[in-house]
């Protein structure tokens, strides 16, 4: 079993400083997951995730967290329930992120002292999950809403980071960071398929790190 080596406070702090955390979802070997890596790490991406429901997850988890456990903050999406948290940590993982609420899997990751980004789309959802430890949410699916809903969802949940997911591109990060994203996650926008060239993904990177940095403040 692997030693996680992220607190909860270091790992909120590195994907804040980041902002962006890639999603890798569907069927990648071993070998296209290190590449994508060390393309997404080239490119100054600093936080990426391996969905549970994707082939070979946790296996893919450990090498990441092997090979680039120091320049990239590793996590595992799709995490339903306790088992997964368990085993998306004995894996290596350094946060968790869920499309959904559950409780019990916020509370095992917290006594983990382990990062863990449960889904919310309500201000209901958001308050229960901040009252249950959570400590960083993920917005999600944002493409169903708007940098507007955000903001005002913050209005009373200053308190709150959030990281909107599913629909965010190049052309609309800034404005998300702008309505008070603590940060953003993405799929295909940023990993596109499994042969994708890794210039490709250095640029896609680049430009949504640029981006980013431009709506600051």
Not at 48 to 56: A, F
Request: net charge neutral; charged share 15%; aromatic share 4%.
């Amino acid at each position: 079993m692997l030693v996680n080596k992220s607190t909860i406070a270091e790992s909120i702090t590195r994907v804040r400083s980041g902002g962006i955390i890639a999603i890798i979802r569907g069927r990648f070997t071993s070998p296209q997951v290190l590449t994508i890596a060390d393309a997404l790490a080239t490119a100054g991406v600093t936080a990426m995730e391996v969905t549970l429901n994707s082939p070979d997850a946790l296996t893919h988890i450990t090498a990441l967290q092997d090979q680039f456990g120091s320049r990239l903050l590793i996590g595992a999406g799709t995490v339903r329930n306790v088992e997964h948290v368990s085993a998306a940590i004995a894996a290596g993982a350094m946060f968790l992120i869920s499309p959904g609420f559950d409780p019990a899997s916020v509370a095992a990751a917290v006594k983990a002292d382990v990062l863990h980004l449960p889904g919310i789309y309500t201000a209901t959802e958001a308050q229960q999950a901040a009252s249950a430890g959570a400590r960083m949410l993920k917005l999600f699916p944002c493409d169903t809403l708007s940098p507007t809903y955000l903001k005002a969802l913050r209005a009373p949940l200053d308190d709150v980071d959030f990281v909107p997911t599913g629909g965010v591109s190049v052309e609309n990060i800034g404005a998300w960071r702008k309505a008070g994203a603590a940060a953003v996650a993405m799929g295909t926008a940023l990993v596109s398929k499994a042969d994708q060239s890794p210039d490709d993904l250095i640029a896609r990177g680049v430009a949504l790190r640029q981006a980013w940095e431009a709506a600051h403040g």
